[in-house]
């Protein structure tokens, strides 16, 4: 059973306007996400994260939304640009658990210049 | 730069053959990870190890074996390749749970 979920595997974008990617969990005991970007042939690296005590937590051109009671993260890139094509993977972590990252499925992003 | 290193990058096997894939971090870190990943589908924790001469099997059952003599080593082999095997391989570590640094990955393709 997947405790997250990458509902969308893709989303274009024009060049300029905001990228929204949403990211859905199942396990209440997720208290820390982390979305992660992978370009292809390339492992992920790592973009932004949000601890469960904040609901917003911004760097520079992207915010991650965090919704405890829909257990709902998004992430918002604004402006989009076409170096931001890539796949991006949303990950959650429970302190009391086994400390691993559980990752969703992807969502791969077109920006289209 | 890059402090976490995956060799090779790309391998084509024939079936049957021994393998050993290679991830060395320079960062110290003590936890460390394999995850296999298929295209479209989610990172599946296969390994993971939290020091020297410790090592866990993952969520995703693997036919692989891994070893961690030294804070820095924790290759993965597979002692006979299949078909089934081939996949994108993902080595990560971390200081503390609070996020990774992945390789680049190995994208194994078993003939």
């Known amino acids: 059973d997947q405790q997250v979920k990458q509902n969308s595997p893709s989303l274009s974008v024009q060049e300029g306007r905001i990228s929204i990617l949403n990211c859905d969990y199942t396990?209440?005991?997720?208290?820390?996400f982390l979305w992660y970007k992978k370009y292809p042939a390339e492992g992920p690296t790592f973009l932004i994260s949000?601890?469960?005590?904040?609901d917003k937590n911004e760097d520079g051109r992207f915010t991650v939304f965090l919704n405890k009671s829909a257990k709902h993260l998004s992430l918002h890139i604004v402006p989009s640009q076409p170096g931001d094509s890539a796949v991006y993977f949303c990950a959650a972590s429970e302190s009391g658990g086994a400390n691993n990252l559980f990752f969703g499925t992807g969502t791969r992003l077109t920006v289209i210049p | 730069e890059a402090d976490i290193y995956q060799t090779p990058r790309y391998l084509v096997i024939g079936t049957g053959k021994k393998i050993t894939l290679e991830c060395s971090q320079t960062?110290?870190?003590?936890?460390m990870y394999w995850y296999q990943q298929d295209p479209g589908m989610e990172l599946h924790l296969i390994h993971y190890?939290?020091?020297?001469?410790?090592?866990e099997k993952g969520d995703l059952s693997s036919e692989s074996t891994v070893s961690r003599i030294r804070t820095e080593h924790f290759p993965l082999t597979l002692e006979s390749a299949r078909p089934s095997h081939t996949s994108q391989y993902l080595c990560?570590?971390?200081?503390?749970?609070?996020?990774?640094?992945f390789g680049s990955g190995t994208r194994l393709t078993v003939v």
């Open positions: 990560a570590s971390s200081e503390a749970h609070r996020g990774y640094t």
């Open positions: 949000i601890s469960s005590i904040k």
């Open positions: 396990n209440s005991m997720f208290d820390y």
């Open positions: 190890s939290y020091g020297v001469n410790s090592t």
């Open positions: 960062m110290g870190h003590d936890k």
